[in-house]
Antibody, heavy 120, light 106 residues
Framework: EVQLVESGGGLVKPGGSLRLSCAASGFTFSSYSMNWVRQAPGKGLEWVSSISSSSSYIYYADSVKGRFTISRDNAKNSLYLQMNSLRAEDTAVYYC?????????????WGQGTMVTVSS | EIVMTQSPATLSVSPGERATLSCRASQSVSSNLAWYQQKPGQAPRLLIYGASTRATGIPARFSGSGSGTEFTLTISSLQSEDFAVYYCQQYNNRYTFGQGTKLEIK
């Protein structure tokens, strides 16, 4: 079964750091670009960051640029998001999502999400 | 940044009727447009990509149309499980989502 499972969320104080992980299974992880998408409580979806299959191309939303770092370890079938200098507005459910491939450039597989709460 | 605008914000439709959801891009995204369905407490699910191609396992009552800046998601005969929030997303230049349309039971 194709699956993505996020972990690492929790409660952190403003200015703090957190590292999210996303474990992939059921497909050849190293062949796919991956993304992080977040959703603040009661709000819509916001794309956060993308990384290509070999980590050659990395992109960030302006709202997190300079504070968040996306990375991956293809040997471990894992995607990561290092979040520094966290703010209250970073509070959200964070999803990892797979780009479907050359002919399906949308996000075809999503994890269940991990909640990040930034509060003092 | 490409801004995606969905309308209406909320749509009330009776089961068995047709629902039409709209999405507009601030500049052309060609056919690089996807639709997602999200139910409470769940992750989004891909419905449509390439503006009009149904994703694997998506029922034929879901259809997408449009190109450039104007797009439509049509659900031909609403089932109880279709009441949810729907998002459009452009992937022509990075990624941006619309603010969502909540489809509720009338």
């Amino acid at each position: 079964e194709v699956q993505l499972v996020e972990s690492g969320g929790g409660l952190v104080k403003p200015g703090g750091s957190l590292r999210l992980s996303c474990a992939a299974s059921g497909f050849t992880f190293s062949s796919y670009s991956m993304n992080w998408v977040r959703q603040a409580p009661g709000k819509g979806l916001e794309w956060v960051s993308s990384i290509s299959s070999s980590s050659s191309y990395i992109y960030y939303a302006d709202s997190v640029k300079g504070r968040f770092t996306i990375s991956r370890d293809n040997a471990k079938n894992s995607l990561y998001l290092q979040m520094n200098s966290l703010r209250a507005e970073d509070t959200a459910v964070y999803y990892c999502a797979r780009v479907g491939g050359s002919y399906l450039l949308a996000f075809d597989i999503w994890g269940q999400g991990t909640m990040v709460t930034v509060s003092s | 940044e490409i801004v995606m605008t969905q309308s209406p914000a909320t749509l009330s439709v009776s089961p068995g009727e047709r629902a039409t959801l709209s999405c507009r891009a601030s500049q052309s995204v060609s056919s690089n447009l996807a639709w997602y369905q999200q139910k409470p407490g769940q992750a989004p699910r891909l419905l449509i990509y390439g503006a009009s191609t149904r994703a694997t396992g998506i029922p034929a009552r879901f259809s997408g149309s449009g190109s450039g800046t104007e797009f439509t998601l049509t659900i031909s005969s609403l089932q109880s499980e279709d009441f949810a929030v729907y998002y459009c997303q452009q992937y022509n230049n990075r990624y941006t989502f619309g603010q969502g349309t909540k489809l509720e039971i009338k």
